[in-house]
């Protein structure tokens, strides 16, 4: 089982474009998330969506849109893109939304650099 | 603001040393608790989840301490393997989108 995918790897980004960073899960998990990780600081979550059709604001939306038409898919949009968007990039997944012991699975991390 | 602090570190040991991890949460009713690893430039995986009489997974001992807000990971007989960062995570109210993660505390473990 592949789990969660994320594409691209890796990518290096004019300031002012427009990029979408690819996450796909084959688990059928009802919540999806995306976080970014920065040195020193711990993951912070960007957007989510806790069942398709759904999608909701984390603690760093600013910059950021995200779209949930299925539930295998959950692409994060970067509209123009500033050097502070320079970070890993992590989509994750989750069965549903709650449950306390529920555990969060995560992609392999895309990271973006924007000059 | 929605803290989690843990051991700055990096931690250097030798090979079969034990090491203890702290992570303190600031949220008194947060609800869950887990420690997460972090291989150099993958992704966290989940280590265990952090149950409140403590629990253990081999070498791996968890414990919590809701009074003080504080959670513990003891590593006992280290292996190069161990080498990574520990994630210590706490979900607020048990919704995926209220984890919060601390910054990690990177463990080297030397031959």
């Known amino acids: 089982t592949a789990g969660i995918t994320q594409a691209p790897t890796s990518q290096i980004l004019a300031a002012g474009r427009s990029m979408t960073l690819r996450c796909t899960q084959d688990m059928r998990h009802n919540a999806m998330y995306w976080y970014r990780q920065d040195l020193g600081l711990g993951l912070r979550l960007i957007h989510y969506?806790?069942?398709?059709?759904?999608?909701g604001k984390g603690e760093v939306p600013d910059g950021y849109s995200v779209s949930r038409a299925n539930t295998d898919d959950f692409p994060l949009t970067l509209a123009s893109a500033v050097p502070s968007q320079t970070s890993v990039y992590f989509c994750a997944s989750r069965k549903e939304p709650g449950g306390m012991y529920n555990e969060q699975f995560f992609g392999p991390g895309t990271r973006l650099t924007v000059l | 603001r929605k803290e989690v602090e843990q051991d700055p570190g990096p931690f250097n040991v030798p090979e079969g040393a034990t090491v203890a991890f702290n992570c303190t949460y600031s949220?008194?009713?947060?609800?869950?608790f887990f420690w997460y690893r972090q291989d150099c430039r993958k992704e966290p995986k989940l280590l265990m989840s952090v149950y409140s009489s403590g629990n253990e997974d081999g070498r791996f001992t968890a414990q919590l301490n809701r009074a003080s807000q504080y959670i513990s990971l003891l590593i006992r007989d280290s292996k190069l393997s161990d080498s990574a960062t520990y994630l210590c995570v706490v979900n607020e109210n048990n919704y995926g989108q209220n984890f919060v993660f601390g910054p990690g505390t990177r463990l080297s473990v030397l031959p």
């Open positions: 949220n008194s009713a947060s609800q869950s």
């Open positions: 969506s806790n069942t398709a059709g759904t999608t």
